[in-house]
C-alpha cells in the first residue's frame, strides 16, 4: 500500500509515541520475571492437548502451569522449558519464552490455569477444551494483518471471545507491525494486548510478509504451533474440518533458500494425500487452507494476486504451483489475508469461475471457494479496490474479521462482520452433498466446456 507524506509523518509520530510508552513500561517495573504475553493453542490433539506460551524478561527458576477445573484449586501441575530468544536489531535485546504442553485432558470441559514460577505468577486463565471426536459444530473466527496501532477488530473479538463464541482464532500472517519493530518492542506490546483473548483460546497463526525480518525469527520463536518445530507449516482437525497452514512468504524472500518451497510442496502433498483418504475424509470432509498472500484479488496495489501468474498459483518458473495442487486433492476453502480489505470470489480454478450452478453457486461447487479477510486494522489503513473482476462476488472496505462455522460434513457458513457497522455484512452457505472422495471434484474436459465463463 502506498502512503502520502502526511500519512507516513503521522505515523511516525504516532509510532514513536508507541515506543516511548513502552520503554516506559519496561522501566517501571519492579521484576522482570512476571508472566507476559499469555497465549494458548492446539496440541497434538485438539480435544485434550493444549500449549502454553508466555514471555519473561528475565530467567525464572522453573517454567510452570498449575491448572484445573475450579479456580479455587488446581490439582495438576506441568513443567515446561525456557528458552532465550534475541531480536537481531543492534540492541541483540533478550527475552525468555516459556512453553508448557498440556496432554489428556478431559474433552469439552472448562479448566482454570496460572503460569509463571516460584519468582512470579500470572493471574488465572481459563480455555475450554473442544469436544471429542468430530462430530461437532465447530466455530472460528478468521483475520489478517492485526497490528499493535489500529487493531480495531480487537474490542469486537473480545466481546465474542468473552461470550465463548469461538473454538479458536485464525490469525493468518502479519503481527504488529512489526513483531522486530524497536527492537522488539512493538512484538511484545501486541502480544500483550493479544493476551486478552490469546490466554482464553487457542490462538492459530500463520506467517505473513511483515513477519519476515531476520528469517522470520519472532514469528518463529514467539508462537507454538502443533507438530511444528518453527510454525511456519503444519496442519491440525477441529470438528469436521481439516486445517491447512502454510507459507506463501516461502515463494518471495528467496534470500532465505529456494529449497523450503520445494520442501513445502511436498510436505503439502502428503499431508493432502493423507487427509484425502476416504476413511479420513469420511470423518473430516472438510479441507480448508490457510496462507497470507492470496492468489486472486481485485485490489488496486499491484500485489502480485493482481498479477496472471500469481506465485503462490502458478510457482516460480512454472514450479511448485500451489492452485492445481490444492484443486487435485480437493482443498474446500481457501482462506487468505495480506489485502487490508475483504473479498469473497466464486469458485475458481485457473481464473475461470466454475459455480455449482447459476442460482446456487456454492452448492457443489467444482474447485475451492477462495476468501480474502485482512482488514482488521493496522497502522496501513485500508488497500483500495479496482473494477470488480468477473471472479468477485463480494468486495468490502470496512474494518472486519470473518466467522467460519463448520456445521457438518455437508455444511459450512460463513459470514464477515463489520466493526465500522456493528453488524454482519456478508454470509453465505457452503453446501457439499458428496464431500467424501476428492475425486468427485475433477472436471471432465466436456464438464468444463459446458460450465465455464472464461475470463478475460
Known amino acids: 500500500m502506498r502512503l502520502t507524506g502526511n500519512t507516513l509523518l503521522v505515523l511516525f509520530i504516532s509510532t514513536l509515541a508507541n515506543v516511548l510508552e513502552s ?42 502451569v498449575r491448572y484445573g477445573i475450579s479456580k479455587e ?56 477444551t473442544t469436544p471429542p471426536g468430530s462430530d461437532w459444530v465447530a466455530r472460528l473466527a478468521v483475520f ?43 512484538g511484545d506490546e501486541f502480544l500483550r494486548q493479544m493476551e486478552q483473548v490469546a490466554a482464553y483460546v487457542p490462538y492459530m497463526v500463520t506467517p505473513g510478509n511483515h513477519d519476515a525480518k531476520y528469517n522470520f525469527s519472532h514469528y518463529k520463536n514467539r508462537f507454538t504451533m502443533p507438530r511444528s518445530s518453527d510454525n511456519m507449516i503444519y496442519s491440525w482437525n477441529i470438528g469436521r474440518a481439516h486445517i491447512i497452514s502454510f507459507s506463501t512468504e516461502f515463494y518471495y524472500f528467496l534470500q532465505y533458500g529456494f529449497t523450503q518451497i520445494r520442501s513445502q510442496y511436498e510436505w503439502l502433498e502428503r499431508d493432502l494425500q493423507e487427509a484425502s483418504k476416504q476413511e479420513n475424509r469420511e470423518q473430516r470432509p472438510w479441507i480448508i487452507s490457510l496462507g497470507h498472500r492470496p492468489m486472486y484479488c481485485s485490489n488496486t496495489d499491484q500485489d502480485d494476486c493482481t498479477y496472471v501468474r500469481d506465485r503462490v498459483r502458478k510457482g516460480l518458473l512454472g514450479f511448485y504451483g500451489l492452485e492445481e495442487l490444492f484443486h487435485k ?23 475461470t469461475v466454475y459455480n455449482g450452478s447459476e442460482e446456487e453457486p456454492y452448492v457443489n461447487p467444482k474447485v475451492p471457494v477462495h476468501v480474502v479477510t485482512g482488514a482488521s486494522g493496522c497502522s496501513e489503513k485500508h488497500d483500495g479496490f479496482g473494477p470488480a473482476m ?36 456478508d454470509k453465505f452457505w457452503l453446501i457439499k452433498e458428496r464431500n467424501s472422495l476428492p475425486l468427485t471434484r475433477i472436471i471432465s474436459m466436456a464438464e468444463a466446456w459446458k460450465q465455464k465463463r472464461e475470463i478475460l
Open 23 to 64: 520503554r516506559l513500561i519496561e522501566l517501571e517495573k519492579n521484576n522482570f520475571t512476571v508472566p507476559e504475553e499469555i497465549r494458548i493453542a492446539f496440541g497434538e490433539d485438539t480435544s485434550t492437548d493444549v500449549s502454553i506460551t508466555w514471555t519473561t524478561f528475565n530467567k525464572t527458576q522453573t517454567t510452570e
Open 73 to 128: 484449586k488446581f490439582t495438576s501441575r506441568v513443567t515446561g522449558e525456557e528458552t532465550l530468544f534475541v531480536d537481531g536489531g543492534t540492541e541483540h535485546r533478550g527475552e525468555y519464552i516459556h512453553r508448557v504442553f498440556l496432554t489428556g485432558l478431559t474433552p469439552n470441559t472448562i479448566y482454570y490455569y496460572i503460569c509463571g514460577s516460584s519468582d512470579d505468577w500470572s493471574e488465572i486463565f481459563h480455555f475450554r
Open 144 to 186: 489478517g494483518d492485526m497490528g499493535y496501532y489500529n487493531a480495531e477488530s480487537l474490542p469486537h473479538l473480545k466481546q465474542q471471545v468473552d461470550a465463548g463464541d469461538f473454538d479458536a482464532m485464525l490469525h493468518v500472517g502479519d503481527f504488529a507491525y512489526d513483531m522486530d519493530t524497536d527492537e522488539g518492542r512493538i
Open 329 to 351: 486433492y480437493g482443498v474446500d476453502l481457501e482462506l487468505w489475508a495480506h489485502e487490508h480489505s475483504y473479498e469473497r470470489l466464486w469458485p475458481i480454478y485457473d481464473r
Open 390 to 425: 468477473p471472479w468477485s462476488a463480494v468486495r468490502c472496505s470496512d474494518y472486519s474479521y470473518s466467522r467460519v462455522t463448520v456445521y457438518n460434513t455437508t455444511h459450512l457458513y460463513m459470514d464477515l462482520y463489520s466493526v465500522d457497522q456493528n453488524a454482519t455484512v
